[in-house]
Structure formats: structure tokens, C-alpha cells
């Protein structure tokens, strides 16, 4: 019976879609992690900064627990030399881009940086475009490892040839180099980025809230609450596999705009759809709250798992849903969520997830505990929270 049970749970795991691979997909096979400047430091970025998040990223047990890279956003470049070569803030940069890659490569880590495909990065910054091959190949001299490539300042551009022209670009400068693609999913980039990059958001920005979507104070739009971009990565789990990931953009957790249980059900939901965790918060000073939620080595494991599958809704009655998500060696994640404000009385039933009887194990990865298997599983989830089960047929 048990057989019979994990068989039928298998033939669920196995019908998420299995794209087939591509050259770059090596570059991640599984959600990259690591730290990114914007959320918290906007163009507040110089070389003490990125030493310092390096060194906290080690002693912090962020490093061990799976962070790899260190990612400079918007800000870190002034202009353009005479022939071309982009040029850094000199004066938040004084040692230069290859001098802070060596010191973070010499924690054990990997370092970023950002760009833009157009004429200028959103801060007004020179972008790439025209000098894609120029750039490629400096950011390989310095050591680069990751870039991340936005999209302003790129009127009448096809997205798609823009950033294989980059791709290509970096293939030519022979150094592995994570591609991540930052167009917001304007041009759904999930039906073609899969072989150009290994992560393209999905969405406009993630703000700071659980929930709302919110103009920018310059009018543009939009920014977006931890639900609202949950909904829109609700329909791509398809989209995603070792090496390629929806990126519903870098984690809040930590910047103050939420509470520790937002925090928890923001870091569960990312993990369960498989993303990118790029802590964006400021390491150097993190509550031991912010330290547990991005170190819960149980809840990484889950978006680490390499089947690599995202996880889809399964069930939704109102504010409350149920998540799943397979994961190789035929166990699950599943995850109740409250958006409500309000404890709410939560309850899955095993045939919800393709089992016939009761599973061997329940484990709740947030209180670290074993959870005796009934009939069914039923709980209160608190306001703005969420359950996270793994679950062993
Ligand atoms: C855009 C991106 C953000 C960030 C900023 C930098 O808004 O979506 O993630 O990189 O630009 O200016």
C-alpha cells in the first residue's frame, strides 16, 4: 500500500514539466543565493560596504548555510573611460572593482555586479548598450561571477535579442558568469530566457509590505507587497528547472517593513517557488529573528532541492492556500498560508497531495519538530503566517 502511495505521489512529482537543458544551465543548477545592495542600500554602496557584508556573511553562518555571491547593484559606476571601458566611483571605490572581487573571493565567496541593457541604468548610471562585448570582457578580468542586467533607459529595444547579445558577450569572455535578467517580466520572459539567462524577474519591485501594489514616489510604476508577486509566479511553475528560475526579486527580510511572521511566510513562499534567495537587508546588523529566518538551513534545503521544481498552488478558499511542492527522493513541501490578519483553523487532507493513506513523516520546518501522521493535518495558522510541512510518503 505504501508503494501504491508513493508510486501515485511520484506520478504528481513527475508531471511538472521538464524543459530540456541547456548549455548555461550548469551556471545554476540550483536557485542561486546570495546578498544584493539595492533593497536596503539603494545607491548607498562603496567598497567598506561590500567588505564588511563579505566578512558578515562568513561569521554571520550565511555563508555556510548556502549564500554564495555578493552583488553590487545600481550606483557603483561613474562613466566611461576614452576607450569605452566603464569606469568606477572612484570615490566609493577607491581600490577598485578587481581589488573587492579578490577580497570576497578570498571569504569563499562570489561576487556581482549589475548593468543595464539600454543607454543608462534606472539611477542614470552608463549602461551596456553598444559596449556589451567591452563590458563582458572586463567584468571576466575583474572576476566577476554574477551580473545582473537591467532594463531602463531601453525604448524600442527587443528584450530578447538584448540580452543574448550580453549572453553571447560573456560566453566570449570565456568566465563563468551568472546571467541574471531584470526586465520585469514585460516581455514574459519565462517563454524565452531559458538559455540566456539562469534567472529573470518576473515582476516590477518587491517593496518592504505583505501586501499592495504601490506607485514609486516618482510616479512610475510599481512597486509590489510579498502577496501580490507570490500571484503573479503562481502560473510559471512550468517556466523553471535546474539552471533557469523565476526570480520573484530579492528578500525583504530584515529591512523592518514587516513582522517576523511576514518575514517567515515571505522566506517559506520564495522557497517553495524555487527562487533566487538573495538576502537584501543589511547583514552587518541582523535581529537573531532576521538571522534564524535566512539561515533555516530546513526551509533552504527546500528551495535547494535539486529536482528543481517550483511549487504551485493547489488549493485556494479565500484568504487561505495551499502550496506544494515535489521534491526529489519522492517527499513534498507543503505549505498552508493565511494572507488574513486573523488566526485562521487550517486543514489538508493527504489525497489533497496524491497520497492514499497517512505519509511516514511529517516535519514542520520552522519548529524543527516531527509531528505524529494522522488522517489528516490540521493546525491554526496565525495572521500573515504560514505552516511548512515536508512530507515522506
Ligand atoms: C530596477 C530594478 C531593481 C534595482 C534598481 C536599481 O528598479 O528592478 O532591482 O536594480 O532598478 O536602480
Redesign the pocket.
Known amino acids: 500500500m505504501l508503494r501504491l502511495a508513493a508510486i501515485l505521489f511520484f506520478t504528481i512529482a513527475a508531471a511538472a514539466q521538464t524543459p530540456a537543458r541547456s548549455a548555461i544551465d550548469f551556471l545554476a543548477p540550483t536557485p542561486p543565493m546570495g546578498w544584493n545592495s539595492?533593497n536596503k542600500f539603494a545607491c548607498n554602496v562603496d567598497e567598506t560596504l561590500i567588505r564588511q557584508t563579505a566578512d558578515a556573511m562568513v561569521s554571520s553562518g550565511m555563508r555556510d548555510a548556502g549564500y554564495q555571491y555578493v552583488v553590487i547593484?545600481?550606483c557603483w559606476q561613474i562613466s566611461r573611460n576614452k576607450a569605452g571601458n566603464i569606469v568606477a566611483d572612484p570615490k566609493r571605490f577607491p581600490s577598485g572593482i578587481k581589488a573587492l572581487a579578490d577580497y570576497v573571493h578570498s571569504k569563499g565567496l562570489k561576487f556581482g555586479l549589475?548593468s543595464d541593457a539600454g543607454t543608462a541604468?534606472?539611477?542614470g548610471r552608463p549602461g551596456s548598450l553598444g559596449h556589451e562585448a567591452q563590458d563582458a570582457a572586463q567584468y571576466s578580468n575583474w572576476g566577476v561571477d554574477y551580473v545582473?542586467v537591467?532594463w531602463?533607459n531601453t525604448n524600442g529595444m527587443n528584450a530578447r535579442a538584448a540580452y543574448w547579445k550580453m549572453r553571447a558577450s560573456l560566453d566570449i569572455a570565456n568566465r563563468p558568469i551568472v546571467l541574471s535578467i531584470?526586465e520585469?517580466g514585460k516581455s514574459q520572459p519565462w517563454l524565452w530566457a531559458h538559455g540566456v539567462g539562469n534567472l529573470w524577474?518576473t515582476t516590477?519591485?518587491i517593496s518592504d509590505r505583505w501586501v499592495g501594489v504601490q506607485k514609486f514616489s516618482d510616479g512610475n510604476c510599481c512597486s509590489n507587497g510579498v502577496l501580490d508577486i507570490l500571484d503573479k509566479e503562481a502560473d510559471l511553475a512550468p517556466y523553471a528547472g535546474p539552471g533557469h528560475w523565476n526570480d520573484p526579486?530579492?528578500l525583504e527580510i530584515g529591512n523592518g517593513g514587516m513582522t517576523d511572521s511576514e518575514y517567515r511566510a515571505h522566506f517559506s513562499l520564495w522557497a517553495i517557488l524555487a527562487a533566487p534567495l538573495m538576502a537584501g537587508n543589511d547583514l552587518r546588523n541582523m535581529s537573531a529573528a532576521t538571522r534564524e529566518i535566512l539561515t533555516n538551513k530546513e526551509v533552504i534545503a527546500v528551495d535547494q532541492d535539486p529536482a528543481g521544481r517550483q511549487g504551485q498552488r493547489i488549493r485556494k478558499t479565500g484568504d487561505l492556500e495551499v502550496w506544494l511542492k515535489p521534491l526529489a527522493m519522492n517527499s513534498a513541501v507543503v505549505i498552508l498560508l493565511n494572507r488574513s490578519a486573523k488566526p485562521q483553523l487550517m486543514s489538508l487532507r493527504w489525497s489533497e497531495i496524491g497520497l492514499q493513506h497517512p505519509p511516514a513523516t511529517v516535519r514542520d520546518l520552522w519548529e524543527h519538530k516531527d509531528i505524529a501522521p494522522k488522517s489528516a493535518f490540521s493546525t491554526t495558522v496565525p495572521g500573515h503566517a504560514v505552516v511548512m510541512l515536508k512530507v515522506t510518503p
Request: proline share 0%.
Open positions: 539595492w547593484d545600481d549589475y541604468t534606472c539611477q545582473k537591467d531602463c531584470c520585469w524577474r516590477s519591485d526579486d530579492m
